[in-house]
Structure formats: structure tokens, C-alpha cells
């Protein structure tokens, strides 16, 4: 048995997925969620308080020798007094920056990675200025505590502006150049303490209603130009933050024929739904390969082991034994009560030929 317990904040599907990654390498765990139903919570010591209760999070830092985070809003300032106590990794500098989505666009920007055209809204008159500046269609999206879709929406018309302003609260809100893109693709991205880095190949997501419903890895027909491009946007965050673990890199696929064929759409700072099926379709998972980079140790080989889809499954769960009868198909459950719009779990294929896998793929989705 290593004597290292890993602490990580947010217990959800993500942190259970960690757990499960890191107990073969002899880890012991420990999360805090502010949640006692978390996800975590039959397969590890969890203490429940709110993220921003400091003597709950010093009681917490006291019994772990390195902590982590799972959830991507986990306020900042949290995170930084763990650090007076605890080395925490990511650095709680990448939450600044993905935590708010004008930060984060200027963030690219200053490192030279292409984003869609955007602008600060905090007054009916900057809506209109931005307009202006940016067109229709455009999406309106809040600055902060946006996830699956949230807090955002699509403008069309000038007539729409206000109302759709009034919708989202009022609040703080980044107006964006609508992209027509061809595809979404993201790039897993690790950096070990050691400054040790590995990109995962290109994966392809596909959204419903702004969820994730569905990732093809490697993303089917990606140039080496396409990878090399995608690995130096991502190289180029990690290093300006000195980032420890996996990031999440979203980015919009807008064709080969385009000057610039990849734009930035957001970061997250933590191990990511899109990267899923690394589980079994990669020689090492995120989850893995996050744990070693926290640590320090050697990072695994990114490697795909072959043809990978992976189908969230959302709001509610197919009988296990069905799936099952599908030879290859792994089933992974969340342990959370089934709500509409809830990640309840997922079920990742990982097939010898696109194919092969395209067959299966059909079969599973008929059978949801
Ligand atoms: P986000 O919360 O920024 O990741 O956006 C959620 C989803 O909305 C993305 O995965 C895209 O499908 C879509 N989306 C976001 N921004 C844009 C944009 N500027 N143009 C077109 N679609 C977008």
C-alpha cells in the first residue's frame, strides 16, 4: 500500500470514475461534495459541506497529502486556501480562467489560439454595440456557471436581443459569432508535475439540447495537421498556467478549407465526459493518466486500443441486461436517482474496424 491519500472535491460520476482509477494503484481517496446522495458515496469516504465552508475544507486538507478537483466550479478562492495547506492541482489559476467565459476567450486570445468573435455585454446599450460588432445570429451566453447547454442562447433577431437578455437574468453576458461548424471535436490534454506531456487523439462529441449525448474516438478522418494543430493550442494553455493533470479542450471543427480550421470554444480544467471512453479504448484512461500527472509519476501511454464510441446515457437507463447482450459493450452506471437531463451513466464500444463499430453503434442506439 502507497501511503498517499488523494483528496478531490466533487463526488460526482467523475470523482467516482478517479476512485475507481486510482485504487488498483494502491491510492486511498477521500472527496468532499456538498451533496451526501454524491455519486462517490458507497465507494469512498466522502464528507459532506459546502464548497466554500473554510473549516470543513481545513479538516479536509488535514487528512489528505494532495488534493484535486473534479467539478469545474469549485470557487476559486477555495481552492486557493486549500493551497496554503495542500499542494492542489490544476493550479487554481486555470479555474480563473475557465470559470468565466470572457476571461477564458481572452485567456486564448493572448495565447494566440483563435476563438469565435465575442463581446461584453453589462448594459442594454453594450447589447446593442455588440450587434453591431459581431452580427446575427449570435449566441448569448452568461459569463459565468454555464454547463450541458445552460445559460445560453441563440439570437437571431435584433427584435429577440432584449427579451433574451431579460431571460438570462440580466446578469453579466458575452455575446458570440454564431459558427457554423462541421463538426465539434475536444482534445484531452495531460501535464505532469514533472512538465511530462500527452495528448490523446481528437475525439468527435455530438450534442442534443447542449448535452453530450455521443463521442467517436479517435474523431473519425483527422489529418495529422488537424492533431498537431489541436495538441499546440492545448500545449500552449498548459504551459501558460504551468497546469498539472487533464485538461478538456472544446473546439469547433470549421473545415479543412478554412485559414483557420479549429476555433477554441472552452477549457475544463479536470478529466472530462468526452474522454470516457479512454476507460477502455485507450492503453491508459484520463482517469488514470490524472492521477499519475497530480502525482508525479511516469504518464501511461495515450494509445487508442482501437474503434471507440461512447453514448451517454441521459435521464434514464436501459435495462443492464440488454446492453449487455451486445458482445463488447461495457456498461458503466452512475449510481445517481434518473431526472431528465441527468448523466445517469454511459456505455463505450471499442470495435477492431469503423465498420465493425458503425454495426454495433447502430444496434446499441436501436436498442435505446
Ligand atoms: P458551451 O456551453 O459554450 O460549451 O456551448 C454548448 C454548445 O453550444 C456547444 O457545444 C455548441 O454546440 C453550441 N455553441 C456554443 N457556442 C457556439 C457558437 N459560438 N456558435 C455555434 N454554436 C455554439
Sequence with gaps: MIDMTIGI?????LGRMLALAGYPLGLRLRFLDPAAEAPVKDLSELNVAPYDDYEALRRFAQDCDLITYEFENVPAESARFLSSMRAIYPPPK????????????????SLSIPTPRFALVASAEDLKRAIQQIGLPA???TRRMGYDGKGQTIVREQSDLLQTWEALGRTSLILEEFIQFERELSMLAVRSRTGELAFYPLVENHHR?????????????????LQALAESYARKILEALN???VLALELFDVGALCAVPLLANEMAPRVHNSGHWTIEGAVTSQFENHLRAILGWPLGSIEPRGYCAMLNLIGRVPNSETVLKIPGAH?????????PGRKLGHITLC?????????????LQALL
Design 9 to 13: 472535491l466533487g463526488g460526482g460520476q
Design 139 to 141: 449566441v448569448l451566453k
Design 243 to 245: 497546469y498539472v493533470g
Design 209 to 225: 439540447d447542449g448535452i453530450l449525448r455521443l463521442s467517436l474516438a479517435p474523431a473519425p478522418g483527422v489529418s495529422a495537421q
Design 94 to 109: 486555470a479555474l480563473d480562467a475557465s470559470q468565466d467565459r470572457f476571461a477564458e476567450k481572452n485567456f486564448f486570445q
Design 331 to 339: 456498461l458503466h452506471l452512475y449510481g445517481k436517482s434518473p431526472r
Design 351 to 363: 470495435e477492431t474496424s469503423e465498420e465493425l463499430l458503425e454495426a454495433k453503434l447502430a444496434q
